[in-house]
């Protein structure tokens, strides 16, 4: 009995020196889709949410890379009328000019060709007008002796002949002088002048954006440009857009033209130009959109994209961090009161400056996890 005794007491005594043992806390309940955090905890700290907003959202719509290009209708490419030698040029490589400014003389044989030419046909419009008066003359003194019966009737049939012949020669004369001044003025020259130089003349207002020419050089090549001038007040973006949203395109369509040198600034373009065929490669149809480049910001072969917007509606939207992907599938998390989220499905569209429309599942006015749904996804 007194055994017994002891060993109860010595059991009680081992119980009042152990510690009692620490409980240990279990995770937030989640209950059927559901994450509660107590109102104590600190990742409630960490979850920000957010009404649901409605905006207009394109429900039809492409975005498309594109370059910018010189005006193919603004652009030409000078080149020299005749052989010659480049006596003197007036302009430079970036030089803007207006439209029959002087670019260069050429000294060519084919001008003093010209200037002869012209002498030549002058001189016999001259001689066949002096010829005519005399034929005029003649005519009238024949007939005047006819009506005094004084000649034959066969005089008077041959100065009509002569007068007819007369004045066909200044006709052909005038025809030939008028081709002449027509040779020389395509060369730039001025009849009468002494020793000529064809001077080439700007056929539009620009600038010179290239250039290839030296004074003193000799030119048999009429074919190769020696610079190019282009009118930058339009230029265009050429953009590949793709097969599929080929319908959405028409002349004179309004398209947004964003450019990599200018980030977030969007530009106005209007369709001018549609691609008869696909690129077979790409799949992608060419089209050139015009924009105004009077302020100068825009240069050829800059990178950017076109975006054209068929349609739009009204459409619950929510920030881009709201969406999470859960066991594949794309959810938002709902704030049903503090501390209470739920799980929703969502379908979502195109996301566009950091904002997403929701096409299913989401009605406006409720209120999403904006900050912090990667936390709850992780309960």
């Not at 005794?5 to 020196?17: E, S, Y």
């Not at 010659?84 to 430079?92: C, K, L, S, W």
């Not at 490589?93 to 002869?116: C, N, T």
């Not at 953009?239 to 949203?245: K, L, M, R, Y």
């Amino acid at each position: 009995m007194r055994a017994w005794i002891c060993t109860l007491l010595l059991l009680a005594l081992a119980g009042c020196r152990e510690a009692p043992a620490p409980v240990k806390a279990g995770p937030e309940p989640r209950i059927d889709g559901v994450v509660v955090i107590p109102p104590d905890s600190p990742k409630l700290r960490q979850i920000r949410a957010e009404e649901v907003g409605v905006e207009r959202v394109p429900t039809d719509e492409f975005t498309a890379p594109a370059k910018l290009e010189f005006n193919p209708n603004r652009i030409s490419r000078v080149v020299l009328p005749a052989p010659g030698r480049v006596a003197e040029v007036f302009v430079y490589f970036g030089d803007a000019v207006q439209r029959g400014d002087p670019l260069l003389s050429l000294e060519s044989p084919e001008a003093d060709l010209a200037a002869a030419e012209y002498s030549r046909a002058e001189l016999a419009l001259t001689a066949a007008r002096a010829e005519l008066a005399k034929a005029q003359a003649d005519y009238e003194r024949v007939l005047d002796l006819f009506r005094g019966d004084a000649i034959a009737k066969k005089e008077v049939l041959a100065a009509e002949t002569a007068l007819s012949q007369a004045k066909a020669a200044v006709a052909q004369s005038e025809t030939s002088r008028g081709q002449a001044l027509a040779r020389l003025e395509l060369l730039g020259l001025k009849p009468g002048q002494a020793r000529p130089r064809i001077t080439v003349r700007a056929p539009l207002s620009g600038k010179v954006t290239e250039f290839n020419v030296v004074a003193g050089e000799y030119r048999n090549d009429t074919s190769q440009p020696v610079m190019t001038i282009a009118d930058l007040s339009t230029v265009w973006a050429a953009a590949d857009v793709p097969e599929t949203s080929i319908r959405l395109v028409q002349l004179d369509e309004r398209f947004e033209v964003r450019l990599n040198a200018f980030p977030g600034e969007v530009f106005q373009s209007r369709v001018m130009r549609i691609a008869d065929s696909v690129d077979p490669a790409n799949r992608t149809l060419k089209v050139w959109a015009e924009m105004d480049n009077r302020s100068g910001r825009f240069r050829p072969e800059m990178f950017g994209t076109v975006r054209h917007v068929e349609a739009e509606r009204e459409m619950p939207v929510v920030p881009a961090g709201a969406v999470v992907q859960m066991e594949g599938r794309e959810a938002v998390f709902v704030e049903e009161a503090p501390g209470r989220f739920r799980a929703v499905q969502v379908r979502t569209g195109k996301r566009s400056g950091g904002r997403v429309p929701v096409i299913e599942g989401l009605r406006p006015g409720q209120r999403v996890v904006s900050d912090g749904a990667m936390l709850l996804r992780g309960y």
